[in-house]
């Protein structure tokens, strides 16, 4: 009776680590098959040396400095840019990059915050492009723009936020359910296959749909497939940066920021309810902030409509 249960609870530990080896292999499958296309190659490649990783970054065009920031999201990456980036060029140096934990840049196995990315712009400012810049963010990029800006004021110029997060929203802080999930996303195998869950083609095509894009027809498999392939560069690391986003490791209340910042800020939204509560708040924060909008878009209007964007920043930065 007593070797019936060892027996039992041997082959137990055996399918159960069979089943861990064969999820593990699924994993390793997943994340070779969403980069071997290498769609987020490039001609105009560098990296800067950052303490904390490689940050991949582009430089084009001529002029006064522009540096263009995505949104805090793991599939984002500086490819987004990338009409924008070709339009602004013509008139500015203009820089893009892939924030640490996002597409081309590294992904170390730390938690992500937003002051870790307030000291990655102001060094990448004040080692690569070397003077007073203008910047561009996506989302919730703006509030690690705002808290750059708002610790070392001499390196910006004017500011232009796209779709920015609304203020309110921004307190967040990690509760116990968050640490939790973060503990879970992190684990081994299991927490990497919660990640390529959430990464995945149909999830990332669904969020698209719902959150980044008004026109259905915008969202080709081009699109995606990038999106996609950001999310899986790296292998397994990646997921500690969408843990830490995702438990809100990376919020941090701006409003503070917001008031006391003297810089020209300019703030476009589109013409969808939450969008428009988002601008108010800004400029209830800050009278002097300017606005604008463009119509029948969503979070990626520099995907969605870039002539329209681009015209707007082009008015604003001169």
Known sequence: ?????????????VLAAAAVTGVHIINRVIFFQATMKDRLSGNSDA????????????????????????????????????SIRDELSKTHTVYTLDLLGC???????????NYLYVQLLNEFIKEVI??????????NA?????????????????LVFLQPQKISETCKTPRANHKALKYLVEIPVLGTCLYNMVSSKDYIKKKAEETYFADPDKITDDVVEI??????????????????????????????????????????????????EAVCEYMDYNPSIESASVPGVRM?????????????CQLFLG
């Open 103 to 113: 597409g081309r840049s590294d992904k170390p196995k730390i938690t992500y915050t």
């Open 300 to 312: 990626l209007m520099h995907l969605e409509k870039p002539e329209q964007v681009v015209e707007l």
């Open 130 to 139: 070397k003077g007073r810049t203008d910047i561009i963010t996506s989302g």
């Open 227 to 276: 999106m996609h392939e950001a999310a899986h560069l790296g292998g397994s690391s990646a997921k500690y940066f969408y843990a830490s986003v995702r438990c809100h490791f990376t919020d941090m209340y701006v409003g503070n920021a917001i008031k006391q910042l003297n810089h020209s800020i300019f703030v476009i939204g589109s013409d969808e309810e939450k969008s428009q």
């Open 47 to 82: 990296y800067f040396q950052w303490r904390f990783g490689k940050i991949y970054y582009t430089k084009q065009g001529s002029g006064k400095p522009v540096l263009l920031i995505h949104r805090l999201d793991h599939t984002a990456s500086g490819e987004e840019w990338k």
């Open 142 to 158: 703006s509030g690690i723009g705002a808290m750059a800006c708002l610790i070392e004021p001499s390196l910006y110029n004017r």
């Open 1 to 13: 009776m007593i070797m019936g249960k060892k027996g039992k609870l041997m082959a137990g530990a």
